[in-house]
């Protein structure tokens, strides 16, 4: 039976074969929960039934392919190295007043780093708790990273301190998300505000710090966002200035390998951070946009539209989660593995997304985006009016319609 087949058919079998190995191998390091995975596996299976029947039963197929991925993780497991030791290493965070960055000062403290915590107010209450809970060996500088002349003080700073040893790790955590909104409705002095947070500050500490760095051939952690790679909607100011940094990151990890320097990019999913869960904050960007948009722009998209985002938005940090460990061990990791990957799910649902949004149609991605965000149930005020004044036009023809036939049948009827 074997011998009807053509060469050509052999080719296109072992292309075949190839692409859908790498389609797992993929899947197998997206750090899925078991369900997406299991449905992965009867996806393949069904397609090589249908594609390879004649040749191998499909249960045996996957037995075979699932005893060869067994092997192969043992393997992988059992020569993974032991993590590499905090002690004696200096490590630089950025962002440290709270969030991500207060919690990884405090775990990489306790590890025995020597840590240099970087905060906007040195008398705020996250610098005070970071004191009082933190070691000797930590240092707290007091650094702006879009203001250069605190860069360079915080580089002479850390110099003098570390000497010959340089700088093991550089943890850009430090970020801001000013705006909420469609992108009509954001103010260039918002996507400023982002970019120059975003993107040139972390541009400027990375490149100030890289001949420490070099040094040491430490490591650069950079946290970034799935709004980086996504386009979620309302996010645009944001994702932008995350989109910017991620290439960034992605050319200098290319560019510092013959250095022995290692980057790693983190994508978190939503945890409460900074300002997410105040109701003031949320109050005052909302007013500080309705002050600042034109009349026209406001009655074009209306208040009721505004005031919805706000709620969506503000309803979507309350659901965050407040357990940040998830993203301060992969931080850990990827400081301290002597392996470390490219990039970093951290957190629920992250690697399902970007599945779906590498492998899917773009229509099921793009739904998917828009029901797992932000799901705006207003329109526009301009859309409404015109829908409204489309639907009484409508209405009003078949109302005429209805006139002009009653007059034709009673035509008839004489």
Known sequence: MMEDFTLPFWIYLCILTMLVGGLMKKILASHLSAAPTLVAWLGATVLVERLWAFCLPAALLLALLGLACCLYSAAKTGALPA??????????????????????????????????????????????????????????????????????QALLDITARVGLRGLWGLVNNAGVCVNFGDAELSLMSNFRGCMEVNFFGTLNVTKSFLPLLRQAKGRIVTISSPAGDQPFPCLAAYGASKAALNLFINTLRHELEPWGIRV?????????????????YWEQQHKQLLQSLPPALLEDYGEDYVAETKELFQSYALQANPDLSPVVNTIVQALLSPQPQVRYFAGPGVGLMYFIHTYCPFSISNRFLQKLFVKKKLMPRALRKQSGFELSLHNNNNNNNNNNNKEEEKLLQL
């Open 264 to 280: 790693s990019t983190i994508l978190p999913s939503s945890y409460k951070t900074g300002q997410s869960s105040n109701h003031g």
């Open 83 to 152: 993590a590499l030791p905090a002690q004696d290493k200096a490590v630089l965070i950025t962002g440290c007043d709270s969030g991500f960055g207060k919690a990884t000062a405090k775990r990489l403290d306790a590890l025995g780093f020597e840590v240099f915590a970087t905060v906007l107010d040195l008398t705020g209450d996250g610098a005070r708790e970071l004191q009082r809970t933190c070691s000797a060996r930590l240092t707290l500088l007091q650094v702006d990273i879009t203001q250069p002349q605190q860069v360079q």
